[in-house]
């Protein structure tokens, strides 16, 4: 029984909640090391589950790591604070299931960080996206000098960064930090549907495809495209590439057994 999150799987997708709505959901060792259980012993274990959903409770995603916490912690302890952070967004970012973060309010520091540890981030029209570390006197540090200029661009995550600077929902768009912006109230519904369609597809086709990006990003063009080859023919010796094919033929549904 966890105390800072919930945790629910419907129609085979994990729903992971930050739930210290009194904090804004701001990640205290606590929350962190909470996450950092279930991802191991509920989220990996469980093979029905191949979409996670993670959202904040009340209306922040997550304001940040815990400043109250962080303000009474010594140099070393501090370090200590930072690794597990990295533990948990390296856990999420090297899944091989999909995680969406639904984000429905402010997303800053180590909640923007959070979501771009998922693999895709639909917002709501009042999302607020930033990374305003600076101005604590810090660094960013769950991921965020890394993971933003991979996703916007080093000019846009160095203007966020370095200015501090917060980009509101429909700006997030336009630079590629979020793939939609919706209603509030049409967020989650928005990201079940989402959710629901990635877990329809054939498991080791989606998990070969996160993995051939991922790895790929880090890496030269030519190393990525070999890559690319050796998830494809794994992905084509499965039955479900089988299963795939032979429902498009016949004109039918696939019904894919993750094999
Ligand atoms: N940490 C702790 N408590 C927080 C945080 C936070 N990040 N954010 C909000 N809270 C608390 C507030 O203290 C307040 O508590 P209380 O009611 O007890 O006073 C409650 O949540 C509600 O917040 P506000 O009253 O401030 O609500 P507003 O609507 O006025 O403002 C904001 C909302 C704009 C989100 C504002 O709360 C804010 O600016 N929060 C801090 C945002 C921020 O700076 N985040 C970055 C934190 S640093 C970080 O994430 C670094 C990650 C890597 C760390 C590595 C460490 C080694």
Redesign the pocket.
């Known amino acids: 029984m966890y105390e800072n999150i919930l945790y629910e799987v419907k129609d085979h997708v994990g729903y992971l909640t930050i739930n210290r709505p009194?904090?804004?959901n701001?990640?205290?060792t606590a929350v962190l090391e909470e996450i950092d259980d279930c991802l191991d012993t509920k989220i990996a274990p469980d093979n029905d589950v191949h979409v996670v959903v993670v959202t904040g409770a009340g209306?922040?995603f997550v304001?940040?790591?815990?400043?109250?916490?962080?303000q009474t912690?010594p140099v070393l302890e501090?370090?200590d604070?930072?690794e597990l952070?990295h533990k948990v967004m390296d856990k999420i970012d090297n899944s091989p299931k999909v995680f969406i973060a639904a984000v429905n309010g402010?997303a800053?520091?180590?909640?923007c960080?959070l979501s771009m540890a998922c693999d895709i981030r639909i917002a709501s029209e009042k999302a607020?996206f930033g990374?305003?570390?600076v101005?604590?006197g810090?660094t960013?540090?769950?991921g965020?000098t890394q993971r933003l200029p991979r996703l916007v661009g080093k000019g846009m995550a160095k203007y966020m960064i370095l200015a501090a600077k917060n980009v509101k929902a429909d700006e997030a768009l336009r630079i590629g930090l979020v793939q939609q912006v919706v209603p509030a109230e049409e967020l989650m519904p928005t990201v079940e549907k989402l959710a629901k369609s990635i877990a329809a597809k054939a498991p080791i086709a989606v998990q070969q495809s996160k993995m051939a990006i991922n790895n790929g990003m880090n890496t030269d063009l030519r190393t990525g495209c070999r890559l690319e080859i050796e998830g494809f023919q794994q992905c084509f010796a499965s039955e479900d590439r089988v299963e795939g094919m032979s429902a498009f033929v016949e004109k039918r549904d696939p019904v894919f057994q993750n094999k």
Not at 63 to 70: K, Q, R
Not at 108 to 111: N, S
């Open positions: 009194k904090a804004l701001a990640l205290c209306r922040a304001a940040g790591a815990d400043i109250s916490e962080m912690k501090g370090h604070y930072t952070g402010f800053l520091g180590g909640g960080e607020l990374q305003p570390e101005g604590l810090i960013p540090g769950f965020g």
